[in-house]
């Protein structure tokens, strides 16, 4: 099947057997404090990401979390002072300013960390848990709050619109296989066991020069084919500047292929809807495209995910 084409769930399902079974030989199971691909992570590869620190330099990978409501951010984040009146402001004694803040952990705009009990999937979530555990009251197995203690590794961008010569790649593109081994040869950079890769297709840099779009009907995203390029590197985490999932999807019958094939399957954490306009110009500067990289997500007990702000050290 060439890349691009849609592709049947016969070829899906071939892929997604053959996706797992790798994660069953590479992956950590369920029950886990580290399940799925984060075994990948060990003090070694943290120590040797720590060495990956030239500058000193750090910058948010975060988008700012918005308030409006957007054609791609229907439902957006709720943020109001919950502090008394503004004449108390200016009166005289103690007085404290308060905030209250609620938000759609997985909409189309913020960024956020998907956590393994994200993704159901012909009833079960990611090393065969049943679905079940996922209740109204909270999930009660592979929620985020495995991730208290964070994600520490070394982060490695590969910029798919550098790599073709545009601005950003436009909603119904993907990106192929092939893109992520030409990236990284263009780059000079090489994805390892336990990394936290991070792709841009310039989502974030479209929505902010050309403004926002409906973008659960139409954007950019990985073709499902090139998750396979994760399985054989032992990526331990996935973060995207899009949803990570083309739209409309290509494969029949499966609109998130690649969060099946990521999150269920191979026990990926993925985050989406990332912001790397900060991070390009300072890895093209410094001729590097592998740094250290923090996430810490909120203690959120028995959550599905998590607004997550990671941070890059150059």
Known sequence: MPDGRPQSRAAFD???????QQADATGSPPPT???GQL???TPATVLAAVAEVRLGLTVS???PIGTDVTSDDPHPAGHRLTSGPE???SATGLHFATDHFAMNVHGDADSHLDALCHVVFDGTLYGGVPAST??????????VDLLHDGIVGRGVLLDIPRLRGVPWLEPGDHVTLEDLRAAECSQGVRVRAGDILLVRVGHRRRREEAGPWDASRSRAGLHPAAMEFLAERRVAVLGGDGNNDTAPSLTEGVDFPVHVLGIHALGLHFMDYLRFEDLVPLCEEADRWSFLCVVAPLRLPAATGSPVNPIAIL
């Open 33 to 35: 404090d580290r399940p």
């Open 134 to 143: 996922v209740t109204a009251e909270g999930a009660t197995a592979l929620s």
């Open 87 to 89: 004449s108390e402001a």
């Open 14 to 20: 071939a892929l997604y057997e053959r996706l797992r």
């Open 39 to 41: 075994a990948g992570i």
């Open 61 to 63: 990978l975060s988008s």
